[in-house]
Nanobody, 115 residues
Framework: QVQLVESGGGLVQPGGSLRLSCATS????????MGWYRQAPGKQRELVAT???????NYADSVKGRFTISRDRAKNTVYLQMNSLKPEDTALYYC?????????WGQGTQVTVSS
């Protein structure tokens, strides 16, 4: 059974930082591309960052220079370090695993940036 479990969300003030984690099980983590997506109320889900099986990274323009995606193969976990957070980063953040034949989603973790 495949599981993607996100954690690390919460309430943070503008300019603050959070680190999201996505612990995976049931997949061969090393061959999966991993990604973070987010969905704000009333908006479509959008890509935040991805990291390939070969550790190539890709970021949405809105988060470049502020967010960093990384993966730990020993822990089968992908991270999203978020710095200099802005109110517009407020959203439900989802982890995604892209495999050879299908993808999987986590349940999401809420990030709220507000003073």
């Amino acid at each position: 059974q495949v599981q993607l479990v996100e954690s690390g969300g919460g309430l943070v003030q503008p300019g603050g930082s959070l680190r999201l984690s996505c612990a995976t099980s049931g997949i061969i983590f090393s061959i999966y591309g991993m990604g973070w997506y987010r969905q704000a109320p009333g908006k479509q889900r959008e890509l935040v960052a991805t990291i390939s099986s070969g550790d190539r990274t890709n970021y949405a323009d809105s988060v470049k220079g502020r967010f960093t995606i990384s993966r730990d193969r020993a822990k089968n976990t992908v991270y999203l370090q978020m710095n200099s957070l802005k109110p517009e980063d407020t959203a439900l953040y989802y982890c995604h695993a892209a495999g050879p034949t299908r993808g999987y989603w986590g349940q999401g973790t809420q990030v709220t940036v507000s003073s």
